[in-house]
């Protein structure tokens, strides 16, 4: 779970800050007690200007090594099906909820092994994730899966009742508020997709949803 009396991002979010100041800042972040094992901080790929946003939940192995998001299978993945649905992951900016790699390892040289964020790590990083998207500022913002939801939408979230829906994005009180009148867009993350028993029909579902942020933003 992490120590309490530590967590928290906000003293390391510059105020005012641009993006290129903002993911500088987040190398030195110790929040909370990710920082700890992970390589580096994995902050955000792409443009200040995006009109698209993706949100994923945390770096994994690949990320934690190369210090960028969606890099590694699922974002192989990830890119394929971008193309397939209209969007450019080049003019898309990419970023996770929570922004080091939580991971268990049962021996030295041993395979770390995913493990999914608290709610607590969600909390200690919003500051991170609410400065990104109030200064790149998406007209739809993606959310990759539970984790990405429950960040944004509170820990209720839950994927399947919501996915491909458009919902107004909305800042909580005292949280910077959008500029766009932008959107929200749930859907599977996609090491999910790389998971299921059947990935065909899995994939085929996260194209069509990521289509429905396309023809919003058409």
Same mark, same amino acid.
């Given at each position: 779970?992490?120590?309490?009396?530590?967590?928290?991002?906000? $003293?390391?979010?510059?105020?005012?800050?641009?993006?290129?100041?903002?993911?500088?800042?987040?190398?030195?972040?110790?929040?909370? &007690?990710?920082? &700890?094992?992970? +390589?580096? !901080? %994995? *902050?955000?790929?792409?443009?200040?200007?995006?009109?698209?946003?993706?949100?994923?939940?945390?770096?994994?192995?690949?990320?934690?090594?190369?210090?960028?998001? *969606?890099?590694?299978?699922?974002?192989?993945?990830?890119?394929?099906?971008?193309?397939?649905?209209?969007?450019?992951?080049? $003019? !898309?900016?990419?970023?996770?909820?929570?922004?080091? *790699?939580? *991971?268990?390892?049962?021996?030295?040289?041993?395979?770390?092994?995913?493990? !999914?964020?608290?709610? %607590?790590?969600? $909390?200690?990083?919003?500051?991170?994730?609410?400065?990104?998207?109030?200064?790149?500022?998406? $007209? %739809?913002?993606?959310?990759?899966?539970? +984790?990405?939801?429950?960040?944004?939408?509170?820990?209720?979230?839950?994927?399947?009742?919501?996915?491909?829906?458009? %919902?107004?994005?909305?800042?909580?009180?005292?949280?910077?508020?959008?500029?766009?009148?932008?959107?929200?867009?749930? !859907?599977?993350?996609?090491?999910?997709?790389?998971?299921?028993?059947?990935?065909?029909?899995?994939?085929?579902?996260?194209?069509?949803?990521?289509?429905?942020?396309?023809?919003?933003?058409?």
């Amino acid at each position: 779970m992490g120590d309490p009396d530590r967590l928290g991002a906000a $003293e390391w979010v510059p105020a005012g800050a641009s993006l290129a100041a903002l993911r500088l800042a987040a190398s030195g972040c110790r929040g909370c &007690e990710l920082a &700890e094992s992970a +390589t580096q !901080t %994995v *902050f955000s790929t792409g443009p200040a200007s995006a009109r698209l946003a993706l949100v994923g939940e945390q770096p994994g192995d690949v990320e934690d090594r190369r210090g960028a998001p *969606f890099v590694g299978p699922a974002g192989q993945l990830l890119d394929r099906a971008l193309a397939e649905s209209g969007l450019d992951r080049a $003019e !898309t900016y990419v970023t996770n909820a929570v922004k080091h *790699f939580r *991971f268990r390892q049962d021996a030295p040289g041993r395979r770390r092994l995913h493990v !999914t964020p608290d709610l %607590v790590h969600l $909390e200690a990083c919003r500051p991170w994730l609410v400065a990104e998207l109030s200064l790149v500022d998406p $007209e %739809v913002v993606v959310l990759l899966g539970a +984790t990405a939801g429950r960040a944004l939408l509170g820990p209720g979230f839950r994927v399947t009742p919501n996915r491909g829906r458009l %919902v107004p994005r909305r800042a909580r009180a005292g949280e910077p508020a959008a500029v766009q009148a932008g959107w929200l867009l749930a !859907t599977v993350h996609p090491s999910a997709v790389l998971r299921a028993d059947d990935r065909e029909a899995a994939y085929a579902g996260l194209v069509a949803d990521l289509a429905v942020a396309a023809a919003a933003l058409a």
